[in-house]
Structures are given as C-alpha cells and as structure tokens.
C-alpha cells in the first residue's frame, strides 16, 4: 500500500511525499502510488504529538468549570469518574480521537480508567497512542499491591489489542494521591519492562507545599530520594520547580510535558520553560483532558505556551514559535520515543496537510508563525496516521454518529445517580 502526496508545499519547497506502508519511503522523486493526493494550496506539517492528555474526558467537557484545582477535582470530577463505565471509556475515547483528528494530531499519551476501551477506540480510529491506566492508591501502600494487579493486567489487554500503533505504559496519577511503595514498584517494572511512566509533577505551589511539609523536601527531590527519576518518566505540568529540581530532572533525563491552557484555566501556574530548555530537557506540550482546556486542540496549545511563556517571564523573545512548534511535533516523539514528529525519509507517516487557502492564514509571510499565532485546528485538511489517510477535505466516516452516542453519554454520566 502506498500514498503520494502530490506538489506539496514542504519547508517552503514544492515537492512529493511518496509513503510506502507506514513509511515515509521518498521525497521528491516519485510520481505514481496506489493512492495519489493532490497536494496543490497545501503545506505538509508533522502530525501534532500530544503528550499529556485524558481523552474520554471530553464526556465532561465544561462540566465543571472556574473552580480551583483540588476542589474542581475533588467535588466535581473524581465524583463522576467514580461513576463511569468501560462503555463511556469507549464512546469519549471515540470522541476525543475525532477532535484530535480534525485538528491534525496523530499521536497521544494518555492516562485513564478502564483504558482497554480506550485502546478499542484507538484502534478503530487510526491514531497513534500510549494508554495509561490512572493509579490512584490514596497512598495506601495495601490497596497499591491490589491496583497493580490491576494495572499490570490492564497492560496486557492493551498489548493484545493487535496493533502496533497502541502501547501501554504506567499510570501513577501523582505523589500526592500514590504511596511511596507504589511508586518505587512502578519504576521497578519500568525497569523491567521498558514502560514510559505517566504522571503529574509539581502542578500546583500547594502540591509543593503539602510535600515538604509532610517529607522535608520539594517533590522533585522527594522523588530523587525514593529513585523514582528516570529517562522513562514523562511527568505533566512541572509548573513548580526550583533550579536544584531542574538539575535533577536534566541528569535523569526525565522528559516533561507543558500543559499551558490547564496551567492557565486553573492558575496552577507557568513550567520554567526556559530554565528547563537551558538545562538541556525534552519539552513536549499536552493539552491536558478536555474537563480543564477545553479542547483537544494543539494548535490553540501551541500559541497559549508561547504567551504564557512570554507573559510570565517579561520576555517576548520567549519560546518563539518555531520552538513552540518543535515541541508538539519532534519533541513529543523524543518524549514519548517514538520514531515520528518530522517528515523525513524513513520516519512514521504521520503527517497533517494544512489547508493554505484558509483566511487566518493568509499571506504566508512565515508558515510556522502562522500557525502557532494565527491558526486554530480546523486549518487541518487532510491528516494520515501510520500511513493511513483517516481524514480528507475535513471528513471522515462515522462522524456524526460518533457526535451523537458520545454526547448521549456525556449527559448520562453528568446526572447518573
Ligand atoms: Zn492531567
């Protein structure tokens, strides 16, 4: 099976992308394929990678919004998710890939409940992802021991689900809701296993605070003490950290994710961006679940890290856009280890044509700015994923459908008793 993009607007050059299964095999040169796209009016991007997100969390889409964190969590969100069912899992898995299509995203990390549903919608959707069953032990090293079984098991589902495209990772949710022992098995198996570990680190100044109240150290130390830094740990948020903590993560080569709309909405605070890029860490970019963005939209993300960045450092030359840019298409597949986030012979297809006709876009004085200031999702007109073209001209099969059952259970889910 092979697709040929066709007079392609790439790095500014008119040119063809020849993909020969989930390949990029050429570019440049061929002229036939099984399948030919025109690419006249559009450029060729990388598919966005987003790194931290909770995907069925679209079924709780402003559900609950203008609250601080602990509380939004506590009295809103943890309540409902006490209530879903493997099928919701399922139908809001569905709708978050429909979205993260439609605004050219071709790979996800994500960290749920029952993610076994969420590997089935994953594999009937066509993208690319790394699920994480959320482990939340209430720091109960007891109740830990019965949830790895869990997780170990859940693991195993994911990896049975028959395709490579899907690949299953650890899911501690944070230091705040897991045990100690819980932590320190999960990196043993990480160890063992080869498994990113997905988490969430230092989101909060109170997360920090309750941690060196209770251990006598900030969480990234803490963390170092127990051995729980490694290369394979991708922690979201890092809004709070201090220079010896930076230091650590880059000597572990801990790869980070940054979260700016979730960071912005609740006022978690701003990642020491630039402190972090100095120090040499692999920086992705995640939207975060839908319940605190609200969408699942890269290119919004994008332009909200460059102006947090800007805004909360006084410096406009702040993560400028090719940078910002960088970090959801090459740095997400550094972070996630994944051979994608550029269009260069040999690495996956996975690539998203922009629609160069569209208003907003228009004059294309430097495409990438464009992008990340003037662009929303729906610049995204064609994307493929693996080499597999899963939208053209906007549209995709089943759509409506998907919009419809996931909104029903959407509804049912805010109101079950
Ligand atoms: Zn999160």
């Not at 903590?245 to 630039?274: F, Q, T, W």
């Not at 998203?352 to 992008?371: F, G």
């Not at 929303?376 to 549209?395: A, Q, Y």
Request: negative net charge; charged residues 25%; hydrophobic residues 40%.
């Amino acid at each position: 099976m092979s697709v040929l993009i066709k007079d392609v607007l790439l790095d500014g050059e008119t040119t063809s992308i020849y993909i020969e299964e989930n390949r990029i095999a050429e570019i440049g040169r061929r002229v036939e394929a099984d399948t030919v796209i025109d690419g006249r009016g559009k450029a060729a991007v990388p598919g966005f990678v987003n790194t931290h997100t909770h995907a069925a969390m679209t079924l709780l889409r402003s559900f609950a919004d203008d609250m601080p964190l602990q509380h939004w969590l506590e009295k809103t969100i943890w309540p409902r998710e006490a209530k879903i069912e493997p099928e919701d899992i399922y139908w809001g898995t569905k709708l978050a890939c429909l979205e993260m299509i439609k605004s050219g995203t071709t790979t996800f990390n994500d960290m749920y409940f029952h993610m076994d549903e969420a590997a089935r919608a994953v594999k009937e959707m066509g993208l690319r992802a790394v699920l994480s069953e959320g482990f939340i032990d209430f720091r109960n090293p007891d109740i830990g021991q019965e949830l790895l079984k869990k997780q170990q098991s859940t693991i195993r589902k994911i990896e049975n689900i028959g395709t490579d495209r899907v690949t299953a990772s650890l899911g501690p949710h944070s230091l705040y809701t897991v045990s100690r022992e819980s932590l320190q098995a999960m990196r043993e198996l990480s160890d063992a296993k080869g498994y990113l570990i997905h988490f969430h680190l230092a989101e909060t100044q109170r997360e920090v605070e309750d941690c060196v109240t209770e251990q006598g150290m900030r969480p990234v130390k803490y963390l170092d003490s127990i051995g729980f830094l490694t290369r394979k740990l991708l922690a979201a948020h890092c809004c709070w950290l201090d220079p010896e903590e930076i230091d650590l993560l880059a000597r572990d080569g801990v790869r980070v994710a940054h979260c700016p709309v979730s960071n912005m909405k609740l006022a978690s605070g701003a990642m020491p961006y630039k402190a972090l890029r100095e120090a040499g860490v692999v920086i992705s970019l995640g939207t975060d679940g839908a319940a605190s963005n609200n969408n699942l939209d890269m290119l919004e993300s994008m332009k909200f890290a460059a102006l947090l960045q800007k805004f909360s450092s006084g410096d406009p030359t702040v993560a400028p856009a090719r940078e910002v840019f960088e970090m959801a298409t090459l740095g997400g597949a550094r972070a996630l280890g994944i051979d994608a986030g550029l269009i260069a012979e040999e690495r996956l297809a996975d690539i998203a044509l922009i629609d160069l006709r569209r208003p907003e876009l228009s004059p294309v004085h430097d495409l990438v700015s464009a992008l990340v200031y003037s662009a929303h999702g729906n610049v995204v007109d064609t994307l493929i994923c693996d080499g597999k073209v899963l939208m053209k001209g906007r549209k995709l099969p089943g759509e409506a459908e998907i919009v419809k059952k996931a909104a029903e259970v959407g509804r049912d889910l805010a109101t079950r008793e």
